[in-house]
């Protein structure tokens, strides 16, 4: 059974549009999420906006399942206690996968999940053939599969899960780029040249840190494809259900309030990448990750 990631919980649109200037609460285990921020303020920058990562237990790949869905319940009930969101945008591929049924069932908050682009690719290839650019999690897990046999049975996708890219996006911003040589490794094998000559035109990035290293992508590309990230789509989804900004709010950006779990990454480089994207209050809620 395929989980509706992008659905918006128990409470009807209607009851969002109510509003005037809602509190929208995106989530992420680290600074991913940054890359759906971006687009959901576009669409709405009369909200106020809490950006919460999860940074004490970044990575999640490392979590198993059960500790997984564990930690973001645990992590959430404090954020929704503290900041008392309209609405929940869960910024992350592996945790809208695997926990948005427990938070659904947990919380009355909506919340909206991140779904990889598979269908846009689908409908964007003329080559046929599409490569899915994601963690080694998403790329093993089965609502994935489920995707591409429902929107992208005539293409030839090609998955390719990186152990490391997300690592390299928090470098990036923390003001530690690595080598060109190091991304050029990670995304290579995201081109394939088939045996009558088409090759991979379309790459969907199915984890919400890769838009962070898009600039380098395109730079160090083989040969020029189509990037496709997801985040365009949940802020269109966060519209459906919140409504567009009502006439007469203020338009401009307002600034977002930043959280995180640990704070141990928050040095000066990292700060000033946070504030050129709007989070310019930023404070630690301690959650230490403890396993069991």
Excluded at 186 to 203: L, N, Q
Aim: charged residues 20%; contains cysteine.
């Amino acid at each position: 059974m395929r989980i509706d990631l992008m659905a918006g919980a128990s409470l009807s649109a209607a009851v969002l549009r109510a509003r005037p200037e809602p509190t929208i609460l995106v989530f992420d285990s680290g600074l991913g999420g940054l890359t759906v921020l971006e687009q959901v303020r576009r669409a709405r920058p009369d909200a106020r906006y809490v950006y919460a990562a999860d940074d004490a237990a970044f990575p999640y790949g490392r979590l198993t399942e059960a500790a997984l869905v564990s930690r973001v319940l645990a992590v959430m009930a404090r954020l929704i206690a503290s900041h008392r969101p309209d609405l929940v945008v869960i910024a992350c591929n592996t945790a809208s996968t695997l926990v948005l049924p427990a938070l659904r069932q947990r919380f009355v908050t909506p919340f909206v999940g991140v779904v990889p682009p598979i269908k846009p690719a689908a409908e964007t290839t003329r080559s046929g053939l599409v490569t899915l650019l994601a963690t080694p999690g998403t790329v093993a897990r089965s609502y994935t599969r489920d995707l591409i046999a429902t929107y992208a049975e005539t293409c030839r996708v090609h998955l390719v899960g990186s152990q490391r890219l997300a690592n390299f996006a928090e470098a990036e911003l923390a003001g530690m780029p690595v080598s060109d040589a190091e991304i050029r490794a990670e995304i290579a094998p995201c081109f394939v040249t088939d045996e009558d000559g088409r090759r991979t035109d379309v790459v969907c990035l199915a984890c919400t840190h890769y838009p962070l290293l898009l600039a380098r992508f395109e730079r160090l590309a083989p040969w020029p494809v189509t990037w496709i990230d997801p985040a365009p789509a949940i802020a269109r989804r966060v519209i459906q259900l919140l409504g567009p900004t009502p006439r007469g709010s203020r338009a401009e950006f307002g600034t977002v309030q930043g959280a995180f779990t640990a704070g141990t990454g928050l040095t000066a480089p990292l700060r000033a990448s946070l504030a050129g994207r709007g989070v310019t209050e930023v404070g630690v809620e301690a959650v230490p990750l403890t396993l069991q």
